[in-house]
């Protein structure tokens, strides 16, 4: 019993990081798509004076 409880523990740990990483990765893409926006937002609305 020794081998499959350490086999369960090891997929549940590989299934919570895969869990984990799929709801940072959602976190990642909303923080990107928020920074192109407030580029766009500098780019349209920001000074005209510099070169």
């Known amino acids: ?12 740990v590989l299934w919570l990081i895969g869990f984990v990483m799929h709801i940072a990765g959602g ?5 990107l798509v928020i920074a192109v926006v407030m580029f766009l ?11």
């Open 27 to 31: 976190i990642i893409h909303v923080l």
């Open 1 to 12: 019993m020794g081998i499959l409880n350490t086999i369960a523990l090891v997929l549940l």
């Open 41 to 51: 937002i500098n780019l349209v609305t920001g000074r005209r004076g510099r070169v």
